[in-house]
């Protein structure tokens, strides 16, 4: 335990941001660093709790308590370890994930929780900076071959350990960079993109192999990936978006909102945009859909000069601390106010749009909205919404970005060539805890499997199917299993 009394002593600070007025002119990352004082006191706020429920709160069963405890003593090749232990791709983590081990942390029963993700964050910036992140990959190879389609977090994360477990490894990716979401979704004020490219080049040291604009059913048969590896893990991502088919939904200025973070991206990164450009430059936006997509939309706006920017959600607004429906330690479904809306947001609950309105050009002008009201049941959940009668109204309106999720992987191409068996939500049907599929040596991870959720999750599946296919293809397997986190939180969950 780094110190006794530090949860009392300290409370918690995170790092400085660049001021809105400075940050939204240019898409940087714009979080800061911690002095060597402050990571030793947030480290120290860690209360090494009998049980630590952080341990349940992460999906991937990371030792909180104990790489606090060695960054307190400013032991950094023993945190990274331990980090790395659990996690490989801390860097990702430390940047974009919600933190639910920090939702999970004892000391949040009645303070500000540890920050637990910062933390992580630094120690392995703190390791890439003493040359501590190097090739784990065996020299000597078990001879096997393995085919991971997808380079998301999840196919990044399964052709990490394969290839620590000695196989060969080839990453099929349809874009022209490696990284899926992480490249193309995620915008570059939240994520550089430079981070993607020092893990790859550590992955490449590592003898995977990444081939880039390749789609796997259509630039190469699937069933032809099937015959030429010993193994395949299909982790592809959920990337058919929710559409919102109203009225108007056809007219010019109604875009899916991956369609405009992937081209912002591309422009920072200096790649061609070969679309039809999407800006929302000058215009009045409206973003329809509250997560977290839907909040780097509301980001990426600001910084190419939105004359406006509004976001509607059609459900109702959290509350703003936790219920008595929402018990600590599960992860709470509170108001979540990002740094984009810290920068300039209008942010509407309750409002049903209704029609996409377009002038004598076929442009969007304006929304016909509604406000609604919700049944609430005897869990606060809300289950069934009616129309506040005399609510409707235009709003004015020229760019509209659907951000409402994703409802399954795209199934022609590789999916309908391998002939996988889908689940009743259309996500490739791969039981967890096996990952494998009705096909023959196909395995499944990520949102391509257990639909549209968080990078933890995704990291957390890659991570665990590449130990069954290490398996399948060895007969055993040596990978790190997080199975005595998930018995415990079996057996908690079960009590309560």
């Not at 996409?356 to 005897?378: C, H, Q, R, T, Y």
Request: negative net charge.
């Amino acid at each position: 335990m780094g110190k006794v009394t530090g949860f009392q002593e300290y409370g918690r600070e995170l790092p400085q941001k660049t001021p809105v007025a400075e940050r939204v002119k240019n898409y940087n990352e714009f979080v800061g660093l911690y002095s060597d004082e402050k990571l030793n006191q947030q480290s120290a706020r860690c209360m090494n709790c009998g049980i630590p429920f952080c341990h349940s709160g992460c999906p991937l069963g990371n030792v909180i308590p104990e790489f606090n405890d060695a960054v307190y003593r400013k032991s950094w090749e023993e945190a990274y370890q331990i980090l790395s232990s659990t996690n490989n791709f801390p860097e990702f983590t430390g940047r974009i994930c919600p933190a639910p081990c920090e939702s999970a942390c004892v000391l949040g029963i009645n303070k500000p929780a540890v920050a637990i993700e910062e933390i992580e964050k630094h120690i392995i910036e703190i390791a890439y900076s003493k040359n501590l992140v190097k090739p784990v990959a065996p020299l000597i190879k078990t001879g096997k071959t393995v085919a991971v389609v997808g380079s998301g977090p999840a196919g990044l994360a399964a052709a990490a350990q394969l290839s620590k477990a000695g196989h060969t490894v080839t990453v099929y990716e349809r874009d022209d960079r490696p990284g899926g979401l992480l490249r193309y979704g995620i915008p570059d004020f939240k994520l550089e993109k430079w981070v993607i490219d020092r893990r790859i080049q550590i992955m490449e040291e590592d003898g995977i192999e990444f081939k880039c604009n390749v789609e796997v059913g259509k630039d190469i048969a699937a069933d032809e990936i099937a015959r030429n590896y010993d193994a395949v893990v299909l982790a592809g991502g959920s990337t058919i978006p929710r559409n919102l088919p109203i009225p108007g939904c056809e007219l010019k200025g109604v875009h899916f909102a991956m369609d405009f973070l992937k081209q912002q991206n591309k422009r920072v990164s200096s790649i061609d945009v070969t679309a039809e450009d999407i800006f929302a430059t000058d215009k009045d936006v409206v973003v329809i859909g509250g997560g977290d997509t839907g909040s780097d939309c509301v980001g990426t706006s600001n910084r190419q000069g939105a004359r406006s920017v509004k976001q509607f959600e059609v459900m109702v607004q959290p509350p703003k601390e936790r219920t008595a429906h929402m018990p600590w330690p599960t992860y709470p479904m509170v108001l979540k106010t990002t740094s984009s809306h810290e920068e300039g947001a209008e942010r509407f609950w309750g409002v049903n749009t209704k029609e996409f309105i377009g002038d004598e050009n076929g442009e969007l002008k304006a929304l016909k909205v509604s406000d609604v009201s919700w049944e609430i049941d005897v869990m606060g959940r809300p289950i069934k919404f009616a129309e506040v009668e005399g609510s409707e109204r235009e709003i004015p309106c020229q760019r509209v970005f659907l951000a409402m999720g994703f409802v399954n992987p795209q199934f022609d191409g590789a999916l309908e060539q391998l002939g996988v068996e889908l689940d009743e939500r259309k996500n490739v049907k791969a039981r967890e805890g096996i990952y494998r599929t009705n096909v023959s040596k196909v395995f499944a991870a990520g949102d391509m499997r257990r639909g549209q959720s968080l990078v933890v999750w995704a990291i957390s599946e890659g991570r665990e199917a590449a130990r069954k296919v290490d398996e399948f293809l060895m007969g055993h397997s040596n990978l790190e299993s997080k199975d005595a986190v998930n018995q415990f939180d079996q057996v908690f969950y079960q009590q309560v």
